[in-house]
């Protein structure tokens, strides 16, 4: 397999962007990409358009990236449409990663873009709960009001279940959000930049107890892109040589049961690069809500089980810490517009890496990993996948 390097990274601010496009948010995206890469577009060779749920939002369910890309150079090029729910762009970002290791092309672009800003929020919410079983959802969404999220329900029920086995503390949820807010402060691309406080968080309106309103990622639009060259491109351009040294997507289990498919993505990335947790300088993980950051520490080996708590009371994964996490604010603050969230943390770690990322730098930073999780099946996430980046 050749190496594979992340020539070229470019978004759009997220947010609610209620009277914009998806069109407009991927050709943003794709400019600044190519702009960042010193690339012209016409020299792409295969496109990996990742979009979940903007079909059921927009009604525009397949051809998604060709509708998207249509006023762009890449039409009459390969675009090949990507859906994995949340970990949509993790997965286009894999697969342009593959096709540039396995030398069939030598320039790939993974772009994300996704519209989900409604006037009714019960569509929105509608989209979501497209992420499980359809048989189980049906059930689950005669228990869940149309205006409420049904992943939210999930994801509480796993927090409850988490901080009863480990003693973590609504306090530890806050403490996250606080952490997730000071870095996308300090993030051109965020949703939510104003600080907030412990007490803020815990006084803030309950959506699925015990997570309240800031615990919970947010509804988004937005767009990233990322431009991926063999070594020989790469030196032609002159860019930043961040090297993709891991990229593994796994499945949940048929039955359900450990290990979930976070840590064996990660164990397989390890694997892959020749790495162990231990050498991650900085990390990006899918923190759709508080708790999940704290029980991602766990699962991809940054801490022992039941004890991803400590690591954050620590300050170890803040802005300044060993391994800061989610230092561009993660889903919660920089928000989610579920395919182009993966790609997005790609763009914060490869800005990491290039020593780019200013006040919310982490210094020395050599090696990096993104974790993205997508859908539920059973007990677990139905995929996900983790990434490894060096220099």
Same mark, same amino acid.
């Given at each position: 397999m050749r190496k594979v390097i992340v020539a070229g990274i470019g978004q759009t601010a997220f947010g609610k962007f209620l009277y914009r496009n998806m069109r407009s948010l991927a050709e943003e995206a794709l400019r600044h990409a190519a702009q960042d890469a010193g690339i012209d577009t016409s020299r792409i060779d295969v496109v990996y358009f990742a979009n979940a749920l903007s079909g059921l939002i927009t009604g525009q369910e397949t051809i998604r990236g060709q509708v998207a890309l249509r006023n762009t150079p890449l039409m009459g090029k390969p675009i090949v449409n990507i859906d994995n729910a949340c970990a949509s762009g993790s997965s286009a970002f894999n697969l342009a990663w593959l096709a540039v290791a396995s030398g069939q092309v030598d320039v790939a672009l993974a772009i994300g873009a996704e519209k989900l800003t409604h006037e009714d929020k019960a569509v929105t919410f509608g989209a979501f709960a497209s992420g499980v079983d359809v048989e189980e959802r049906n059930r689950m969404m005669h228990e869940t009001p149309g205006t409420h999220s049904l992943f939210m329900d999930i994801y509480a029920a796993r927090t409850r279940k988490y901080m009863a086995a480990s003693g973590a503390t609504a306090e530890?949820?806050?403490?996250?959000?606080?952490?997730?807010?000071?870095?996308?402060?300090?993030?051109?691309?965020?949703?939510?930049?104003?600080?907030?406080?412990? =007490?803020?968080?815990? #006084?803030?309106?309950? &959506?699925? @107890?015990?997570?309240?309103? %800031?615990?919970?990622?947010? +509804?988004?639009?937005?767009? @990233?892109?990322? $431009?991926?060259?063999?070594?020989?491109?790469?030196?032609?351009?002159?860019?930043? #040589? /961040?090297? /993709?040294?891991?990229?593994? $997507?796994? =499945?949940? #289990?048929?039955?359900g049961t450990d290990p979930v498919c976070a840590a064996r993505a990660g164990q397989q990335a390890?694997?892959?690069?020749?790495?162990?947790?231990?050498?991650?300088?900085?990390?990006?993980?899918?923190?759709?809500?508080?708790?999940?950051? &704290? +029980?991602?520490?766990?699962?991809?080996?940054?801490?022992? %089980?039941?004890?991803?708590?400590?690591?954050?009371?620590?300050?170890?994964?803040?802005?300044?810490?060993?391994? %800061?996490? #989610? %230092?561009?604010?993660?889903?919660?603050?920089?928000?989610?517009?579920?395919?182009?969230?993966? +790609?997005?943390?790609? +763009?914060?770690l490869t800005t990491q890496l290039r020593g780019n990322a200013g006040r919310r730098q982490r210094k020395g930073a050599k090696v990096a990993l993104a974790e993205c999780s997508g859908g539920e099946i059973g007990a677990d996430s139905a995929l996900a996948a983790v990434t490894i980046l060096a220099v």
């Open positions: 530890d949820l806050a403490a996250v959000c606080v952490k997730s807010r000071h870095g996308a402060s300090l993030s051109p691309w965020a949703q939510f930049r104003d600080g907030i406080s412990v =007490t803020e968080v815990l #006084n803030a309106r309950v &959506i699925s @107890a015990p997570l309240t309103l %800031p615990m919970c990622s947010p +509804i988004a639009d937005g767009a @990233a892109a990322a $431009i991926l060259v063999s070594e020989e491109v790469a030196k032609s351009l002159g860019c930043a #040589n /961040v090297v /993709v040294r891991a990229s593994k $997507i796994v =499945t949940a #289990n048929q039955d390890y694997e892959q690069a020749g790495l162990g947790p231990e050498d991650i300088h900085v990390a990006e993980v899918h923190d759709a809500s508080a708790a999940a950051e &704290i +029980i991602l520490y766990e699962r991809l080996g940054f801490a022992e %089980p039941n004890r991803g708590a400590e690591l954050l009371r620590q300050g170890v994964t803040s802005i300044g810490g060993r391994l %800061p996490v #989610n %230092p561009g604010g993660g889903l919660l603050s920089r928000g989610h517009p579920v395919g182009a969230t993966g +790609i997005a943390q790609i +763009i914060e």
